[in-house]
């Protein structure tokens, strides 16, 4: 999920040169994660690291960042390493200097990408006393140590490898040992050597070795085209004297012993960056508040209301839903004009596909991969049944669930495959976030609840932009059409149009209705004007706007819960909410939120509307949906404590004023 990424000369381009590289290489790795930042340096003499809660562009322009490479790369007469690292948060706050990286342990100084998803199961076989932070990456180091004496550091390696569930690449500076070592499960680690090879460098994509090289003008010293991926389940030992590597697969049983008769200083240079204002990060919080009895019985009493409501006699639709008529049957009118879904089938999916497919096992399309059920069935799907190369993308806005996180992780390393993540700036998603929760407060309108989850939509643009940096031609996504709401946009005052296919396909005429909508909101509460308009314009451009190249799975194929959750919970074990039955929404961190409104205020929840779908689709009865959704639009609580808890609101306070707006 972070970005990692390193950086080895033997002298050859002058220190000068190599800084630029390192800063080079800091900021394209940013876009991975921009909450923390730090590296390590070995120059052959001594080791010494550093790590900030800032983002990489900040670090690179302190005086001490500078002044402490160009010190060692001045004193160095031998080889010149550093490894570096941009943090998306996952486990463990920032503010913590323990939960960043590089990792120490002993003789070790870690880079770590990815989740390790069974972490406490292994702190619990080794002796979780041990343990020095929150962060997952600090076991790797541990399984070393543990192993090393008995095997070799190789082969501990190796075997701590073996013991991972989840997605890791990592890569791993010795004070006892010039070599610097990289191990993947999933193949997002790639390298290049210098055509000389006196120089070499490693990162995350290979899109940032290529955008390294055009950026800083170095195709005199690197060819674009020797960038090379460290497949799936391999290691990679460079001898940093040298310049020479050599792989191995984590499998291998051989134990190459590597030379360990050094016994370098290390020392912590981290305080010589003081932090103002350090950020205050929130979404840690495991603390859940007892749950006050006057929510408890509001609930119980607004559902009651709610259970009055009239609703459709063939789907579960109720009076209140936007632009609902009934006819004569009490059929409301989206049973009336829906038209069953058409599946082109599983034949014709490959014959589209095999026009992309690639032949040399090189990548070969983009999945977004947002960590819900659907992209993740989507991941299975095309790689294990029709056996194509995916690279998997995910964009972070700062409302991805720990669970969807975790079981990206699961899948990406189960499955090998790549995972870019574009990370947005998210503590300044968040404080957009809550600044816009703050002024629907104020005005409340069920249609401008959309502005809590603008800052989302620019997946749209970064998958375009994936696509042409890794010369992929296709996309393949997971969007399943029983999802589609209309209430969204009905609430805006947009009537429905049956023959959408799409929520992002509206008429040209109902967009200009929607900004419009959105303008007169924006005049009568000014609190919308602050920091979040850009970028809610840019998603708005994002989403409605912009061209969306993608082939849907579920054009092709029925969508099955019982199919896509049994895969998804027998073969790679999912992760589930234990808060709700579903596996629907688990991974969107404003679901609950926002759904919690719906219902106390209009009396049905997106759960209504999907389950409506399935009735009209023949694929559940209309009491089934009505037990399903009886259990599904229960509050979540702990989720919306979490949601409150992470953009910095009083959640108690603002249940209370949710609770107190006029039942629609």
Not at 179 to 204: H, P, V
Not at 236 to 247: C, E, P
Not at 439 to 461: E, S, V
Not at 510 to 539: C, H, Q, R, V, W
Request: glycine share 6%.
């Amino acid at each position: 999920m972070c970005g990692i990424f390193g950086y080895n000369t033997i002298n050859s381009l002058g220190y000068k040169s190599s800084l630029k590289i390192i800063d080079e290489l800091f900021l394209l790795s940013e876009s991975r994660g921009k909450e923390a930042a730090g590296f390590a340096q070995n120059n052959g003499d001594a080791v010494q690291y550093l790590k900030v809660p800032i983002p990489a562009s900040e670090l690179i322009s302190t005086k001490a960042y500078k002044s402490e490479l160009e010190k060692s790369f001045l004193s160095s007469a031998k080889s010149n390493t550093v490894i570096g690292h941009s943090r998306l948060v996952t486990n463990g706050a920032e503010d913590n200097e323990n939960n960043n990286q590089p990792v120490k342990k002993d003789n070790f100084l870690l880079i770590h990408n990815g989740i390790v998803v069974n972490s406490d199961l292994l702190w619990e076989e080794i002796g979780s006393s041990k343990r020095t932070s929150d962060l997952d990456s600090e076991v790797i180091l541990e399984l070393i140590n543990e192993y090393k004496n008995k095997s070799g550091l190789l082969a501990a390696i190796k075997k701590t490898m073996s013991k991972i569930v989840g997605m890791t690449s990592i890569g791993l500076m010795n004070t006892c040992s010039t070599d610097l070592i990289l191990a993947t499960n999933n193949g997002s680690l790639y390298f290049l050597a210098s055509n000389d090879k006196t120089e070499f460098i490693f990162a995350s994509e290979r899109s940032i070795l290529s955008s390294l090289i055009k950026n800083q003008k170095i195709n005199h010293a690197f060819n674009v085209d020797n960038i090379t991926q460290l497949l799936p389940g391999n290691i990679l030992v460079l001898n940093t004297l040298l310049n020479h590597y050599f792989t191995e697969n984590i499998d291998s049983d051989t134990n190459t012993l590597l030379v360990e008769n050094l016994n370098l200083k290390i020392t912590n240079i981290s305080q010589q960056i003081q932090i103002k204002n350090r950020y205050k990060n929130k979404s840690f919080i495991k603390l859940q508040d007892e749950l006050p009895n006057d929510f408890i019985d509001f609930f119980s009493k607004r559902k009651l209301k709610i259970d009055t409501l009239r609703r459709c006699t063939k789907c579960i639709l109720p009076e209140t839903f936007p632009f609902i008529e009934f006819d004569s049957k009490g059929v409301c009118n989206y049973c009336t004009n829906y038209s069953r879904l058409v599946f082109k089938g599983k034949s014709e999916l490959v014959s589209e596909l095999n026009a992309f497919r690639s032949s040399n096992n090189q990548p070969d399309c983009l999945i977004p991969f947002s960590g819900g059920r659907d992209s993740s069935y989507v991941m299975h799907y095309i790689k294990k049944e029709l056996g194509m190369n995916p690279i998997a993308f995910s964009y972070d806005w700062g409302m991805v669930t720990d669970i969807a996180r975790r079981n990206q992780a699961r899948m990406c390393g189960e499955l090998g495959v790549e995972h870019i993540l574009i990370s947005a700036d998210i503590r300044k998603k968040r404080e957009n976030i809550r600044k816009n929760v703050l002024a629907w407060l104020k005005k409340p309108h069920l249609g401008t609840i959309p502005l809590f989850m603008a800052g989302d939509k620019q997946y749209f643009y970064y998958s375009n932009l994936l696509m042409r940096q890794n010369n992929l031609s296709v996309s393949i996504m997971g969007e399943n059409m029983l999802e589609t709401t209309r209430f969204k946009t009905g609430f805006c005052g947009i009537p429905p149009h049956f023959d959408s296919e799409h929520t992002y396909s509206l008429k040209m005429k109902d967009k200009f209705k929607m900004l419009s909508f959105y303008g007169k909101e924006f005049i009568t509460n000014p609190a919308y004007i602050n920091s979040s308009l850009l970028d809610t314009l840019d998603s708005f451009k994002s989403y409605y706007m912009m061209e969306h190249r993608n082939i849907n799975l579920f054009d092709y194929l029925v969508w099955d819960e019982k199919e896509v959750d049994d895969t998804l919970l027998n073969t790679y074990g999912w992760e589930v909410d234990e808060e709700t039955p579903t596996t629907w929404r688990i991974g969107d961190g404003t679901a609950a939120f926002y759904n919690y409104i719906y219902y106390i205020v209009a009396g049905f929840t997106e759960n209504d509307t999907f389950r409506s779908n399935q009735i009209r689709e023949g694929a559940i009865t209309r009491e089934e949906a009505l037990k399903k959704v009886e259990l599904e639009n229960q509050p979540r609580w702990k989720a919306i404590q979490w949601y409150c808890n992470t953009i910095q609101i009083d959640w108690k306070e603002t249940i209370r004023k949710i609770n107190r707006i006029s039942f629609n």
